[in-house]
């Protein structure tokens, strides 16, 4: 009898901090960096991503076709630090290119940015100034196997 009073207890202490899908909304929206602001926060996350991945030598970066200024400063700054990025889709023969997605959003007064190729994933606030951005969080790293 102790033992079913015990389960339902911790149930019900479990079902508590339990939180429905509908309740958890967001509501980033995608938005377009410009200027010094997509300068800089290109260069620290594209820096944040070298720091993690292999070295130049032995890396080929492939990312999608873009137009907007952001990945336009993106691919300048991993090619700053000496890694080829292949952005037209034409991959040679030999090449096993890693391939980089990238997402900026707004959200409250913030941006957004996330790096991610398929074994790491990068993201980080910042804060828009007049002379560029300003990173607002700690850079947040997840790793998959």
């Known amino acids: ?86 952005a037209d889709g034409k991959v040679g023969k030999e090449q096993k290119p890693v391939e980089v997605a990238w997402s900026i959003d707004s959200f409250d007064g913030q941006v957004l940015a996330r790096i991610s190729t398929p074994a790491i994933a990068l993201g980080r606030a910042y804060t828009a100034t007049s002379a560029g951005a300003t990173p607002a969080s700690p850079l947040s790293i997840m790793q998959r196997n």
């Open 1 to 86: 009898m102790k033992k079913t009073i015990v389960a339902i207890i911790v149930t019900a202490m479990l079902s508590g901090c339990q939180t429905a899908d509908d309740t958890l909304t967001t509501s980033s929206t995608p938005i377009a960096v410009t200027g010094a602001t997509a300068s800089a926060i290109a260069g620290d996350m594209a820096s944040r991503l070298v720091e993690q991945v292999r070295p130049a030598s032995t890396t080929t970066f492939k990312m999608e076709k873009d137009t907007s200024e952001y990945a336009a400063a993106l691919e300048a700054a991993l090619k700053g630090w000496g890694y080829t990025v292949i």
